[in-house]
């Protein structure tokens, strides 16, 4: 099944969705509202507001509320947020295969962009007609997972120290938090049992940690997404395949090659030496498995 059929099953539910955020984002300041129609205009997937529209409608026998659109509106918005924010920390040039707001406008106007996002995300929570409270708390505890899982990662990479319990919360808190709250939240709209609501966590919580290790191999592998590779390393980040590789590694040659990473500023021809380690120590055929 592909991403335009998904749309077509979820059709007007979908159709509401993508009128709601745009609709939320429009502001009578011209420079903000022609970035804001430049981002959705590439707006990637859309796959958190298309799971959380999936699980309502599952959680619900088939039955999307206003809730579960408000819901699902809210964790694209977040999203993005997270995004604009994330390529300021990161530096980053591109996104989606196009120019990043950062880099075109500058680093304070992408936090700017990405902080109306996030309250506009914050609305839509809080405009439910029901469950908003119980959604508010869910969604807070997300921007602290994100918030906590930014910094974490940061102080990593300048010690070079990550391990597989760091590797984990990290991408908990990063990325699947966010997919937490999206299908959580739609099992709430619904008024699904406490039973249905545990089990829309741990699915949403196995498959943001499952598309995160998945992203974190198209690094060393490529991907059909354009996705280039060593990006993360570029970045200092030392995921999945590489703790796998290193694993395979004596302690002595496991020490080299953190070095290695903690020194890419400076070393960056260094990233193909270690994307050459992680595919010939099993670093990638690790993260499969995982």
Known sequence: MDRKTILEYLGTDWVKTESLIRSSLASDIDLLNSTNMSILDHSG????????????????????????????????????ATLLHDDVADESETRRGMPTVASLLGSTPSVLVGDFWLVKAMEAVLSADHHGEEVTKLFSNTLSDLAEGEMLQLQKASTGDTSEKDYYRIIHSKTASLFLAGCVSAAISVDAPEEIKDAASRYAEALGLAYQ???????????DIGKPTGVDLKEKKITLPLLGALAHAGKEEENRIRSMVCDIDAHPENVDTIVAFVKDNGGVPFAEKK
């Open 213 to 223: 290790v998945k992203d974190d191999i198209m690094d060393y592998e490529g991907g």
């Open 45 to 80: 997937k859309q796959l958190r507001p298309m799971m959380a529209l999936l699980m309502a409608k599952a959680c619900g026998n088939g039955t999307v509320h206003d809730d579960s659109i408000l819901f699902a509106a809210a964790t694209e918005l977040l999203h993005n």
